[in-house]
Every structure is written in C-alpha cells, then in structure tokens.
C-alpha cells in the first residue's frame, strides 16, 4: 500500500471572494463555507473565524480540529463511510493544506473540553497554537438531544475541512512524503533480522461523548481490528469523543498519528513495521477481557517481537491499557506503553486508575493535573464561561481580569497519548 | 443473564425497573457496589468512569451481576482500586452538581451502550 502526503505549506489564511489558495496564502469565501454546513436541518447558525499563531486569541470550548485535505488521486475522497462513499483508504495522492485547521468550537452539554491559546503561556502547552485555525461555531437547531447535536458538530467538522481542502486539489505541493510497506510476507522476508514491531492503538468506544469512528463504523460495534497505518493517515479513522481535553485524540492528531510516522521512519532501518491493532475500549468487564485477548492474540498471529500500545482517556481505559500490556508481556512480547498521567497537582499521587507488574516501559505524555494560569486574551472565540466547566476548570477559574486557572487536562492535546503534543515528564 | 444497576441517577430509576437507587452521592454508588461485590455479586461494568471529567459526575450507574455465590478476588481488587481512585480524585475536587442534568444524560447514554453490549452478547440468551 503506497500513499503520499503532498504538502502544501500554508503560510496564512484570508477571507476571500473565492476559496482557493494563492502564493501560499488559503483564502477562505466565508458565505460559501457557512453554506455548505447549513445544508445540514439541524445546525441553525454557524459563525467562522481565523486564529493565527501568535495571536491574543482564545478559542474555548474546542471539539475537534481536522486537517483540511483533498484526495487527488486513488479510490473516494476524505473520511470514506462518513463524508465520501466506503472506499479503501490508504492508497494514492492526498493534497494537505499543511499548518492549517479546521477547529470546531459550541456547547453540546452543560460541561465542556478544550481550550486554545494561539499566544504565550497557553500556547506552549497546545500543538494547536502553531496551526492556523480556521475556526468554526456551530449553533443548533432547538431541542436537539445531545448525541443528535455531537453528531451535527462532528459531521459539520469534517464537511468543513473536506470543503476547504479542495483548495488545494491543483496545487503543487512543497513537499511529499510518502508511506508505503508491503504484505506482512513480503516485508517480513525483506528484513528477516529486523524485530517485528505492531502498533495497538486503543480508542475510546463507550457512548455518547467517548466514542471512535473507523470507516464511520462505531468503533463500539468492533473485535479489534488489523489496520495498515495508511488507511488512518488517510483519514478513516475520525473522533467522536468531546471529553477530557489533554488526551483526547483529534482527527488532525489521527490523520498525523505521530506513532506511526515513527515507526514508518524506523522501519527497514531499526525494526519491521509490521501494522496497527485499533483496539476499542469498552465499559463492561466482558468486553475488557475480550477485546483485550483479542488484541493480544492477533499480535501473536502476527508475530510481533514488540508492541507498543497508545492509550486514549483516563479511568476505566487504563485497565484495558494494563490488561494488553499483561497479556502480551506473559506471551513473551516486549510492550511499550504510552499513556499520561493523572498524579495530582504535586504530581505525587499513582499515575494510572490501574496498575500491573508487567508495565515496566511507559513512556509518559505529561501530568494532566499540573495547574497552569493563562493570562487574559483580546479575543475570545467562543464562551470564556466555559472554563468553569471544562475538565480542568472549576467555578472561580475564570478570574476577574479575563486570566485563568487551570490543569493541562484543560488544554486541547496538551498531553495527547499518541504524542502528538509538546509536554513530557521529567523523573527528579 | 440477571443484572443490577447500582445508579444515583434519577433517569435511570425512571427508566429501568431493575434499579438499586441510591439517595446520596457518587461515592455512596461506589460503596453499595463493592458491598455486593463482597456479598458474591460480580461486576459487569467498570466502576470507574469512561472519562477524566466523568470522576466529577454527581450521577454515577454501575451494573452488577445477580449473585453468584462465590467471592470474586479480580472484582474485588476492581471495585476497591476504584473507590481509592476515586477518593484521591476528590480530594482536591467536587462533585459538579451545577451540571447535574448534562451529567445524568452522558452517564444514561452511557449505561445504554453498555446494556446494548450487555444484551446483545449471545450469553445473555
């Protein structure tokens, strides 16, 4: 399987007459986008605005942020089973308008995730300050239920970014990186000395607000599943979840998985890039030991000498995590595990909901509970209240002069457990 | 398959008829669970929440197992580890009572995936 990211490197966004890009610069027709997303009966009002970095700009609360792209040559478009017709991602062209976002922001319940800084303090703690975010609010019809408004967010997302990445469709690209690996057989025989090494990365799968969608299937509704890297890079798989900020995965951070990058850089040099495992984490016991077995056996089917395993959430998740890790480390597989914590303010307290013997390589992502103050911003986008709300947030956080108080788990990836982030722990 | 759900959820009372309703907060939910898990009651669902944000729910469901007679060492650790991570959580936090009704909707959804597995796996025929 052979897929080429094309890179267009995007140095500003506009608005303008027409949405298209010029001499690196994506200019944006408001009215048309606005448009397009109104097709959709539930969604009454929408409202788009621009971030750059640097910017005294707050963006509060975050859904999700999506890389805009277009498929220019191989089978559907972006997001098939959700926005294209089911096809088989992974293959051909994609044009990336690379450095920019599509960041969706609105209250769907009472209480919020994410927070943006495109300047200062706040910014060091987000990949998303670095992008240009083309921001964009979604107001719903009244009465909506709340799975019903989640969906007309997460859709009016991915139609944004599609919409926009269009864009890009006859422009050359600055640069091109290319993903292609052959069957597990051929790979295989082409590094025999090379460890084998399968990627498991967990998603959440557990209802309404905690929920990954692969090829538009529930990832609830799955047996873990064999992917080839490319079809994530490609966009199949997509987020549905709106909870914790810090180590909620967006689509743009699936679209970009950092993992698999790597081990794309590493393999046929260091070890043998065998696959990926997604893997969905359940809220019954039942489901824990199966899909955990599961996941444990198709790595031995495979073969793996090594896995490393990303996790998605806090709570009940890290025993899934720790179930993997035990199982495939009794069966001889060495284990990564990449998680981060929740050790308190102090960053003292046991790190993980869970706990096993056998998870002895962890790398982590950063403290979520480590409390940071964000100075006040000139522009708001969004609702500044939503702060109180946010996980990391409480009542009193938002202070009189427009700052701020709050954990990182606040902050839009801060401490994202693929590692697509900028924070890391330090043992003293 | 005979189940019980431990909620302090009242849309959950209001919906199901096989409730354990708990007058009080999500701690006590946590606390009734491990007493019938050490009464020979087996977990179903994780008593842990799907979420950061869900620690601070003020309404909280878990399914339990009808008894099974025998003691459960690998749900015991469970629902034990969880209430002491449930009470190092909220020793710095509260419970976010003035979202109550956002938290009893998410939790019922919740619920409703794990009963939709939980019915849906052939076992249960």
New interface residues.
Partial sequence: MKLEHRKINIKDIQFGEKTAVADGVLFVNKEEVIAELKTNSKIKEVKIDIARPGEKVRIIPVKDAIEPRVKIEGEGDQFPGVLAKVTQAGEGKVNILNGVAVVTIGDI???Q?GVIDMWGEGAKWTPFSKTLNLVVEIIPIDGLE??VHEAAVRMAGLKAAAFIGKAGREIEPDEIEVYETGSMAEEIAKYPDLPKVLYVEML?S?????DGYIYGVNS?QILPTLLHPNEELDGAVISG?C??AC?KITTYQHQNNPVMKDLYAKHGKELNFLGVVLTPE???????IRTCDYTAKLCKMVGADGVIVSEE???????DLLMICKRLEDSGIKTVLITDE?S??DGM??SL???AKEAIAVVSGGN?SHLVTLPPADIILGNIEAIS?L?GG??GSLLEDGSFMCEL?AIIGATSEIGYHNCTSKLY | MGYLIVSNNPMVKEKFDNVYFIEGTSREVLEKVRDLVHEGFELMTHPLGASLRMMFSPCFSVVVKEKQGEFNYFHTEIIESSIEKYNQHMEVREEDVENSKDYAVVDYKLLESALGEINNNAMSF
């Fill in positions: 319940v009472g209480f995730e709340p799975h959440i557990q209802g309404l607000l905690h609830q979840n909870v914790a180590d359940l809220t019954t016991l039942d489901g824990k959430g806090y709570g009940n998740p890290d025993t929740c308190g303010r307290s046991q909901a869970d706990t979520v709300t996980a409480w009542e788990n």
